[in-house]
């Protein structure tokens, strides 16, 4: 789409070199931005001069710049003794979205447009990623995934606030790992994405809730919990008022598909 409001776009090296003011727009890769009139935007920031490296595996774990392309987390081969990195293809297919905005859609973009049902929200969320955030005056800061999102299309990041990064722990790369995902339709947006990982010896077992509610719930458990423990546990954090209703799926559908769903993923990794 021609954004007709534009005036200006800039191509900044550096974060220093941005004097942030109402009207601007980060630019990544531009899916979103460009698929619907931004009317209150006059000016572009552009970020691909920043020429941040996307992935870097590093012994803390996989920073994902969050200018890193889908399709650069879709070519990428992970360590052999990575139990969970299945899940970074498993979470690409849950997309609803075609190959050819894999080229442009970026991780970072996906997790700032905070959407239920984001597949990158639900990725790093659910491998207990932490955000680097780069305020406009002041010191970087980390805020887990988890956390980040606050709800349907709402976050944490403040007026010209900057989402530099997502740091993947290696602890939670090297546990192993079960998705599962819903959707009403075929090819439609997922009414429920649940993620569980756990260490190799069934401790510190953590199933992670997305796309059935407004934001990522993580439910963390010492070791396997029974299946009558996780019923009770998804219940007691989740009351009826916490399912996202929307025409994907009310929220009752939502609340019995994401007990089935995860119950399979106890089942599997049991």
Not at 48 to 72: H, R, Y
Not at 113 to 133: D, F, I, K, N, Y
Not at 159 to 178: C, D, F, H, V
Not at 224 to 253: K, M, Q
Request: charged share 20%; net charge neutral.
């Amino acid at each position: 789409m021609n954004l007709n409001t534009i005036v200006q776009v800039k191509r900044p090296t550096s974060f220093d070199e941005i004097e942030w003011r109402d009207g601007h727009a980060f630019l990544g890769g531009g899916t979103w931005l460009f698929s619907e009139p931004q009317v209150t935007t006059d000016t572009l920031v552009d970020l691909q001069q920043f020429g941040w490296p996307p992935l870097t595996v590093t012994p803390a774990g996989l920073e994902i710049a969050a200018t890193a392309k889908i399709v650069d987390l879709h070519k990428f081969k992970p360590p052999a003794d990575w139990g969970a990195a299945p899940l970074f293809q498993q979470c690409i297919d849950a997309f609803l979205m075609s190959f050819k905005i894999w080229n442009a859609a970026t991780v970072g973009g996906n997790l700032v447009m905070s959407l239920p049902a984001g597949a990158m929200v639900s990725l790093t969320a659910g491998l207990e990623g932490v955000c680097t955030l780069w305020p406009q005056n002041g010191q970087p800061r980390q805020v887990p995934v988890v956390d980040f999102v606050t709800g349907m299309h709402t976050n944490v990041l403040q007026k010209g606030e900057l989402l530099r990064s997502i740091l993947l722990p290696m602890s939670a790369l090297k546990k192993r790992a079960a998705m599962r995902q819903v959707s009403l339709t075929k090819f439609g947006r997922s009414a429920a994405l649940i993620i569980a990982t756990v260490g190799d010896d069934g401790q510190d077992f953590l199933l992670t809730v997305s796309a059935a509610t407004p934001r990522p719930v993580h439910l963390r458990f010492a070791k396997t919990p029974s299946a009558t423990e996780l019923h009770r546990a998804i219940d007691r954090r989740l009351p009826p008022d916490a399912w996202f209703n929307d025409v994907h799926g009310s929220a009752p559908y939502k609340r019995h598909i994401t007990l089935y769903l995860a119950e399979q993923i106890r089942a599997e990794l049991s």
